[in-house]
């Protein structure tokens, strides 16, 4: 992490009063601003060139694949004191199994694990977004 994500994290929670509200607040500011990359996520996949990954080049570029959304929001929970984990494994991308990152943020207000995926947040944004433009020729 660094300063500028820090206070960021800070400024975004700092009305929140919840470990929930908070979690809440850095999912939507991550899903977002960040913008999936497919040619990264491509070049990965391809093993076929190498990318900076982690909180800082994605809060800097605002874009980056699961394991970049997951890095910057662990960073940001890290940066306001949430108990935070990023995860690995398998997701189903509505045709078969891809790996995937995604975190789990402890509410200790609350005493439970709750998972959060902020590249999903982002999916669904930009098919929204497609939308309108599709069918109100709209600039977003």
């Not at 992490?1 to 509200?21: F, G, H, P, Q, W």
């Not at 662990?74 to 045709?95: E, F, P, Q």
Request: proline share 1%.
């Amino acid at each position: 992490s660094n300063e500028s994500i820090d206070n960021k994290a800070k400024s975004l929670v700092s009305r929140d009063t919840s470990d929930r509200a908070k979690a809440r607040s850095l999912y939507r500011w991550v899903g977002s601003n960040v913008i999936y990359d497919d040619e990264k996520a491509e070049s990965i996949m391809e093993n076929t060139s190498s990318f900076e990954s982690g909180a800082i080049p994605t809060f800097r570029d605002k874009r980056g694949i699961c394991f970049d959304y997951a890095c910057l929001y662990t960073a940001m929970c890290n940066a306001i004191g949430l108990k935070n984990r990023i995860i690995v494994g398998d997701a189903y991308n509505g045709s078969e199994f891809v790996s995937h990152s995604w975190n789990q943020v402890y509410l200790e207000d609350e005493g439970k694990w709750i998972n959060v995926d902020p590249t999903f947040i982002s999916q669904v944004i930009t098919l929204i977004h497609q939308t309108l433009r599709k069918h109100t020729k709209l600039k977003i």
